[in-house]
C-alpha cells in the first residue's frame, strides 16, 4: 500500500511537472495595436524580474503549456462592458488572466514605446497591466527607468479569481517633464554648452532615454489627458495682430501710453487688454465663432490672461475692479484684480452661449487675480485653473476656494509650480503638496498640470513627493500616511530608518520654510531659498541625516535597496557641499561642489544643464557672478514697484 502511494506521488509529481513547461505565458493575438503590444512588452519585463524565467508571448494559447496565461485584449468576456474613458479591467478565473482597458490611439507613433509615451493616446489596456502587477504582485515605481522597479521575487504565482477595474475621475492629469528635452537643454536659454562643465553635459542618447524612462513612469502611474481642452496664455499674438490698428484694445500704462510702450516688461506676448473694451470683446467672440464652424466638437474657448503685471489703469477697467461704485483705492499695484476679469469671462461665455450652448471658458486664476471677486458673480461654464503660491498654505486655499465656490465657481483644474522649488537640497514638502492638492479636490477637479519644467530631476529627494501625489491623483480618497507608508515598504528592513530621514526633512521644511512664509515665501521662493539658504538649513541638519541613513545602510542585505540608500547618503552630501557653497560664496568651496558632482554625477543623477543655468541665474554661488547681482537686483525693484 505504503509502495503503492509513494508509486502515485512520484508520478503525481513527475506528471505536475511536466504539465507545464512555465509559470506563465502571454497571448497576444495577431494585428494587436501598439498600446496592446507596450502591454505586453511591460507584463512581461515585470513577470521575467519576479518570477526569474523568460516568458514568452505568443500569438495564440494553443500550443501554450505555461501554467497561468495571460491574455492582453479584447476578448468575448467583455463583450457587455461599455468601458470609460482610460478605464482598466483585468479579470483572473482560475490559471487564466484577462486584461484590457479602452485604448484609442489618436497620434500613432513608429514604436509602440513612442505611442504609449505620447499623452494625447489613451492606455487602458497598459493601465490593466499596471493595475494588475500593483495590486496581485505588490510591484511599486518609485523612480523612471528599470532600477525604478520595486518587486519581490516569487517562485511560483498564487492568484486568486478576481475581477478589478479603474477609470480616473480627473480627466486630464500629469507632471510635465521638459527637464529631458534636448532642444530645451541646448537652446539658448538654458545653454547646457555655456553653462555647464563638461564632464557634467549629458550626451542626446542619454536625455533621450531619460526622457521615455520619465513617460513610462507616468503611465505607470496612470498618468493621461483624456480629455483636456487646450490652455495657457490665449492672447499672445494679439499685439502683433491688432497693435496697429486697434492700440486702444491693450492696457494703458502708468505713462499713459497703451500697449508695448505702456508696459514696463516690453514683451508683446505678455501684453494686458483693456478688457472693458467692447470692441476687443466681440473680436474675440469672432474669432471663437469662426473656429467653432470650421473645427467640429470645439466647445471649450481659452481665455487665460497673459501672465501677471501691467494691468489696464483705464477708467472703465480700474471701475470694474470696484464694481462701479467705489471710488479706484491709491494703491493700484496690490489690489485684487480678480472683478475685472470675472465681468471679462461673464461677457464672453454670455456671448459665445449664443452661437454654441455646449460653449465652456476656460481660464486662469493666478497671481493679482486669484483670490475671489468681491462684487462679480461667475456665470456658469466657466473653468478656472489655479496656479497657487507656493506659500497660500492649504487652510488659505481651503477657505479663498470656498469663497470663490460662494461666487459660482464649480470646475476647476490646478497648475502648480511647486515642484520647479528644487535646488538640490531636501524639500520635504510632500505632505504639503499632497495637503494642497486635496483642497482642490473638494471642487469638481477637471484637471491637474504640475510643472517641472525647471525642476532638478532630483528623484532621491522628491521621488516621495512625486510618488504620494501621482497615487492620490488615482484614487483621492487614500490617505496620505496609507500611501506615505507603501512608499517606505519599497526600503525593506530600513523602511523605519527612511521614514525618520524623510520625516526629519519635513519637520525642517514646516519649522523653517512654512513658518516663514510672509517673510521668504511668494513665488520667488526658489531665488529666496538661494538667498537666505541659511535661514532654512544648517550644518547639523546633513550630520543627523547622515547618521540615520548609514543606520539604515547597515540593516540591509537587498542589492537594490542598497542602492537607493547609498544614493541616498549621497544625495545628502552634495546637498551638504552646496549649502556651504551658497552659504560661502568662495571659488574654493564652489570647487569642491563641482569635484563632488563630478565624481558622483552616476548617483546623483540630476539634470546638470539645468542646475548649472539656474545656479548661473538665481545665485551668486560661486562669488563673482556679478551678472546675477545685477539681474537680482532689478528683478527686485520690479518686482517691489
Ligand atoms: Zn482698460
Not at 475621475?169 to 500629469?174: E, M, N, P
Not at 510643472?451 to 504620494?468: L, V
Not at 543655468?613 to 525693484?637: A, C, P, Q
Request: hydrophobic share 35%; charged share 30%.
Amino acid at each position: 500500500m505504503l509502495h503503492k502511494l509513494i508509486l502515485f506521488l512520484f508520478f503525481s509529481t513527475y506528471l505536475f511537472a511536466t504539465q507545464y513547461s512555465t509559470e506563465a505565458a502571454i497571448i497576444l493575438p495577431k494585428n494587436s495595436d501598439k498600446v496592446k503590444q507596450f502591454a505586453a512588452k511591460e507584463l512581461q519585463k515585470h513577470l521575467e524580474l519576479i518570477l526569474n524565467q523568460n516568458i514568452l508571448i505568443t500569438t495564440s494559447d494553443v500550443n501554450t503549456t505555461s501554467k497561468y496565461k495571460f491574455y492582453i485584449g479584447k476578448n468575448k468576456l467583455f463583450d457587455n462592458i461599455k468601458l470609460k474613458s482610460e478605464e482598466s479591467l483585468y479579470i483572473i478565473d482560475k490559471n487564466s488572466i484577462y486584461l484590457y482597458g479602452d485604448d484609442l490611439i489618436i497620434h500613432e507613433h513608429k514604436t509602440p514605446l513612442e505611442t504609449v509615451a505620447d499623452m494625447k493616446n489613451k492606455t487602458g489596456t497598459l493601465f490593466a497591466v499596471y493595475d494588475f502587477l500593483y495590486n496581485e504582485l505588490n510591484v511599486r515605481w518609485t523612480e523612471p527607468g528599470d532600477k525604478g522597479i520595486f518587486y519581490i521575487e516569487q517562485k511560483n504565482l498564487d492568484l486568486k479569481n478576481k475581477k478589478f477595474s479603474w477609470y480616473p475621475t480627473i480627466s486630464f492629469r500629469y507632471f510635465r517633464n521638459d527637464i529631458w528635452r534636448w532642444n530645451k537643454l541646448t537652446n539658448k536659454k538654458i545653454n547646457m554648452y555655456k553653462y555647464t562643465p563638461k564632464e557634467l553635459q549629458p550626451t542626446q542618447q542619454y536625455v533621450d532615454k531619460k526622457e521615455f524612462e520619465e513617460l513610462i513612469w507616468k503611465r505607470r502611474m496612470k498618468q493621461g489627458t483624456y480629455a483636456k481642452p487646450a490652455y495657457g496664455h490665449a492672447f499672445t499674438r494679439y499685439w502683433d495682430k491688432y497693435g496697429k490698428n486697434h492700440p486702444e484694445w491693450f492696457a494703458l500704462g502708468v505713462n499713459g501710453l497703451r500697449g508695448l510702450e505702456g508696459s514696463k516688461s516690453h514683451i508683446a506676448k505678455r501684453l494686458k487688454l483693456c478688457i472693458s473694451n467692447n470692441d476687443l470683446q466681440k473680436e474675440i467672440i469672432n474669432t471663437w465663432h469662426k473656429d467653432f464652424l470650421k473645427y467640429k466638437n470645439y466647445n471649450i474657448y481659452n481665455a487665460c490672461i497673459n501672465d501677471s503685471r501691467d494691468y489696464c489703469r483705464c477708467k472703465e477697467c480700474r471701475a470694474l475692479d470696484h464694481d462701479f461704485k467705489k471710488n479706484p483705492s491709491k494703491n493700484f499695484e496690490t489690489e485684487s484684480k480678480t472683478d475685472r476679469y470675472v465681468y471679462f469671462w461673464n461677457q464672453l461665455i454670455t456671448e459665445a452661449k449664443k452661437f454654441n450652448p455646449k460653449a465652456k471658458i476656460i481660464a486662469y486664476a493666478y497671481n493679482d487675480y486669484r483670490y475671489p471677486p468681491k462684487y462679480q458673480q461667475l456665470k456658469n461654464d466657466i473653468i478656472l485653473g489655479f496656479v497657487p503660491k507656493f506659500t497660500d498654505l492649504p487652510q488659505m486655499t481651503k477657505k479663498a476656494l470656498q469663497q470663490w465656490k460662494a461666487k459660482g465657481l464649480k470646475e476647476v483644474f490646478l497648475r502648480p509650480n511647486d515642484f520647479n522649488d528644487d535646488i538640490g537640497m531636501p524639500m520635504g514638502h510632500e505632505k504639503y503638496i499632497y495637503d494642497k492638492f486635496k483642497v482642490f479636490n473638494d471642487l469638481h477637479l477637471v484637471g491637474v498640470d504640475y510643472d517641472r519644467n525647471y525642476n532638478f530631476n532630483n528623484w532621491a529627494y522628491d521621488g516621495i513627493s512625486y510618488y504620494i501625489l501621482a497615487q492620490a491623483i488615482n484614487n483621492p480618497n487614500r490617505t496620505f500616511k496609507e500611501i506615505e507608508q507603501e512608499y517606505y515598504s519599497t526600503f525593506k528592513n530600513a523602511q523605519k530608518d527612511i521614514e525618520k530621514f524623510y520625516k526629519y526633512w519635513r519637520t525642517n521644511f514646516e519649522k523653517n520654510r512654512l513658518a516663514k512664509v510672509e517673510k521668504f515665501g511668494g513665488f520667488r521662493s526658489k531665488r529666496n531659498l538661494y538667498k537666505s539658504i541659511e535661514q532654512f538649513y544648517n550644518i547639523n541638519n546633513f550630520i543627523v541625516t547622515n547618521q540615520i541613513l548609514q543606520k539604515a545602510l547597515r540593516k540591509v542585505k537587498d542589492k537594490t535597496v542598497k542602492r537607493k540608500i547609498e544614493e541616498l547618503i549621497i544625495s545628502n552630501k552634495h546637498s551638504e557641499l552646496l549649502f556651504i557653497a551658497i552659504k560661502n560664496k568662495t571659488k574654493q568651496d564652489y570647487d569642491n561642489l563641482i569635484h563632488y558632482r563630478i565624481n558622483h554625477k552616476k548617483e546623483l543623477n540630476l539634470s546638470w544643464a539645468m542646475v548649472f543655468y539656474t545656479e548661473n541665474r538665481l545665485t551668486n554661488i560661486d562669488g563673482t557672478n556679478i551678472y546675477v547681482k545685477k539681474v537680482m537686483r532689478k528683478l527686485d525693484n520690479l518686482l517691489n514697484n
